[in-house]
């Protein structure tokens, strides 16, 4: 099941100091098969992203790109790339959100849940910056339902939209709020809640998104306090019957069996740890004792990835299922009723011109497409979007830092849909679409204008395709030339 590496990489100071540390929790095999596999370099990983790529998008890309790939034993989407002529980050797909790059451990917290018999799930992910995690949900949900994607920072909030636009997302909230508060404000709501918690990252691999340095005792400490509070707040939150899945980055016991055995000796009786195993192609169990502190056996249940189990960076997943509903009533919550932010629904007489634009220039029934996904289209300013109706319906006054896609923008010269509807819903266009000649594409790929399409009206928006069907973006018709929409991010 494990991916063959090459190339051996050396060993930096945190690992060092990680490692001495840990290695008493393995035995002698296991800490030789570790040591053996740290000596080898992570392999890079991606999922493919369901709302945008077909079915086989990965063999496709394969062999467009020279890719050797390896399946991700424990997400049917997430793939290793053992090999490549072209690196993950430099193809067309990737920049418009067909896959997303990730370790392949993170993919396994969300393949804990049980999906089977969701409808249109209300979810929670209570730290959800920078978002792998929450595409990752909106992917097993179909995007339907809602998901909250709350994270504490604002200045991570960003980037969590970001990732979201990218990913096509419509049935997500954007939320910035202590974690610790959702359970107070929201008891017995829930059908599912994911807690990736943060972490010391010491999961004996550093990469961009974990990178590892050495962590004090005390840390380690307030850490866990925190990662105890969150969990708290999760388990809280979730319905009776629905699950938590509590992760981590890190190895360290104290941050993982040891917050689920105190959430055990706190609640008894109120939630159980499942067993991870039938989730799982190899066993990973839990620990129940480590440097002289003994766990409920229970915590074996919930799965330790050792990097050597799987060649993967170290992570810790446990899914909890809760028994009893909560005997406390909501808390308030700071509630602000939309509209207060500038938002006000569309009117009727523009929702009919902007029905008429998408039926004479792009050859869609824009009304069918909001109503099969569950969308009404809100605006302020000149932007308009598309906000999921269970919203509203569930969360109207909660305030938010991100809802739904733009649509587009009313702008001076016409409606421009935006890059990210047009990323998602693209292929539906009947009309308004330009394919450019295998000779344009590197260019427009950089960002540069092109020669006018001999009959585009000026100012009209087009979709914009290569010759194997690839969207590229938008242009606009402009007197000569086709002017290059793409975000300047993207380029």
């Known amino acids: 099941m494990m991916a063959k590496k090459s190339a051996s990489k050396p060993v930096e100071p945190p690992q060092v100091s990680a490692l001495e540390r840990l290695a ?67 193809t067309i797909e990737h920049r418009m959100g067909h896959y997303y790059i990730q370790d392949a451990a ?48 604002m200045d991570r909030i960003t980037a969590l939209r ?93 941050e993982d069996e040891g917050v689920l055995d105190e959430l055990l000796r706190a609640y008894p009786g109120k939630f159980r740890i499942d067993d991870l195993l039938p989730h799982l192609p190899l066993p ?43 005997d406390e009533p909501a808390t308030p919550y700071p509630g602000r009723p939309i509209g207060q932010a500038g938002w006000q629904p569309l009117e009727r007489r523009s929702q009919g011109w902007l029905s008429r634009i998408f039926e004479d220039q792009y050859g869609v029934n824009l009304a069918e497409l909001l109503a099969a996904h569950g969308l009404e289209v809100w605006r302020r300013a000149k932007g308009l979007y598309a906000f999921p109706e269970v919203f509203f319906e569930r969360f109207g006054d909660l305030p938010v830092q991100g809802l739904g896609l733009l649509l587009g923008e009313d702008a001076p010269d016409g409606f421009v849909p935006s890059h990210e509807w047009v990323a998602r819903f693209g292929g539906l266009f009947q009309a308004g679409r330009i394919v450019l000649s295998p000779e344009q594409v590197p260019a427009w790929l950089r960002g540069e204008d092109l020669p006018g399409e001999p009959g585009l009206p000026p100012g009209q928006v087009v979709a914009v395709f290569d010759a194997e069907g690839r969207l590229l973006g938008r242009g606009r018709g402009q007197a000569n030339r086709l002017k290059n929409l793409m975000p300047r991010r993207l380029i």
Request: hydrophobic fraction near 45%.
């Open 162 to 254: 970001l990732v979201l636009q990218n990913w096509g997302g419509l049935h997500a909230a954007v939320t910035n709020f202590h974690g610790e508060k959702f359970g107070r404000w929201f008891p017995d709501t829930f059908d599912r809640v994911l807690i990736d918690a943060p972490c010391s990252m010491q999961g004996l691999r550093s990469n961009e998104a974990h990178p590892m340095r050495p962590i004090s005792e005390k840390e380690r400490s307030a850490l866990a306090h925190r990662q105890l509070n969150l969990l708290d707040s999760a388990l809280r939150a979730v319905k009776p019957g629905g699950q938590v899945v509590y992760s981590t980055c890190t190895l360290e016991p104290e």
């Open 284 to 326: 990973a169990p839990g620990l129940t004792q480590a440097y002289g502190q003994i766990y409920s056996d229970e915590v074996a249940r919930a799965a330790r990835m050792w990097p050597h189990r799987y060649g993967t960076a170290g992570f810790f997943a446990a899914r909890l299922t809760k028994l009893a509903a909560e």
């Open 24 to 90: 008493p929790l393995l035995a002698e095999a296991d800490l030789a098969a570790l040591l053996a596999e740290l000596d080898q370099p992570l392999l890079p990983a991606f999922r493919v992203n369901p709302l945008k790529a077909a079915a086989g998008a990965a063999a496709e890309w394969a062999a467009r790109y020279g890719w050797e790939l390896r399946p991700v034993p424990f997400c049917e989407a997430g793939w290793w790339l053992a090999a490549a002529k072209t690196v993950l980050s430099q």
């Open 106 to 153: 993170s993919m396994l917290p969300v393949e804990l849940f049980d999906w089977d018999g969701l409808e249109d799930p209300l979810v929670l992910d209570l730290a959800a910056s920078p978002g792998g995690k929450t595409t990752h949900l909106l992917a097993k949900t179909g995007d339907r339902g809602l998901v909250v994607a709350n994270d504490a920072s």
